[in-house]
């Protein structure tokens, strides 16, 4: 067998998921090949390390000083001076009264008509399509 293709059993084989006769062609390479071996070995460490990460060891302390500091009451206060607590909101309702008031003057101002003393006589409009239809124009270009 090639020891790629142990590599790739090795785990299972560590977990006892293969087959019988895969499980002792396994053991029967390993007992021929010492790469083979101290791989094993590695894996067996990589695989003990990681258990050992999956369940940490927890401090017996810590769910009571957990428990502890969530029943503690904050002692946070936010002190806030009268004058303050009026004057910011009164500012900012001035400021946007004052926005507002703007844009309606200069709203005004750029859409009121100016008066033309010059034209007292509307100008005459000509309408166009009584002098000329459009199925004559269409026609034309045939």
């Known amino acids: 067998m090639k020891c790629s ?6 785990i299972f084989y560590l977990d006892r998921e293969l ?3 895969r499980m002792e062609a396994v053991q029967k390479h390993l007992d021929e090949c010492a790469d083979c071996r101290n ?6 460490q990589q695989m003990q390390l990681i258990n050992a990460e999956k369940h940490p060891e927890v ?11 969530m029943d ?8 806030r001076s009268s004058w303050r607590s009026i004057a910011q ?5 001035v400021l946007l009264l004052a926005g507002i008031s703007g844009g309606l003057y200069i709203g005004n101002r750029a859409y009121t008509p100016k008066k033309n003393t010059n ?3 509307n100008p005459l409009m000509i309408d166009d399509f009584s002098a000329e239809p459009i199925e004559t124009f269409l026609l034309d270009e045939l």
């Open 72 to 79: 503690m009451t904050p002692e946070f206060k936010v002190q």
């Open 5 to 10: 293709n142990i590599h790739d059993d090795l």
């Open 89 to 93: 909101p009164a500012f900012f309702t």
């Open 59 to 69: 401090s017996p302390y810590f769910f009571t000083r957990l428990s502890a500091r």
């Open 39 to 44: 791989f094993l070995e590695l894996l067996k």
């Open 19 to 21: 087959s019988d006769e």
């Open 119 to 121: 034209a007292s006589v």
